[in-house]
């Protein structure tokens, strides 16, 4: 599998580990979620802020980005345990 850059980042590890012949993804996904996991616990304003600049192409992309983040964020707090607040309590709708 070549390089994509409209890929999602799970899916192009699942498709990798399934051309490297495991066959069982469980481990894999399960160290690659813990360790995801734990890089959010460290996200702040900051990194978000940096992200934001520097993913931002315009300044419509960038809003959408930070909406999206948000929601993202509101699902990690809700579902994963990540008790990071990169945007201080502000959630999007």
Do not use: N, W
Not at 1 to 22: C, H, N, R, V, W
Not at 84 to 90: A, I, L, R, V
């Amino acid at each position: 599998m070549g390089k994509m850059s409209k890929i999602y980042f799970l899916t192009a590890y699942i498709e990798y580990l399934l051309d490297q012949g495991i066959r069982s993804e469980d481990y894999y996904l399960g160290d690659a979620s813990r360790f995801l996991r734990f890089l959010l616990q460290k996200v702040g304003p900051r990194d978000i802020e940096e992200f934001l600049r520097v993913s931002g192409s315009s300044e419509t992309y960038r809003k959408r980005l930070e909406k999206t983040l948000r929601k993202f964020f509101a699902f990690a707090s809700e579902h994963l345990d990540i008790t990071s607040d990169p945007f201080g309590g502000q959630r999007s709708s």
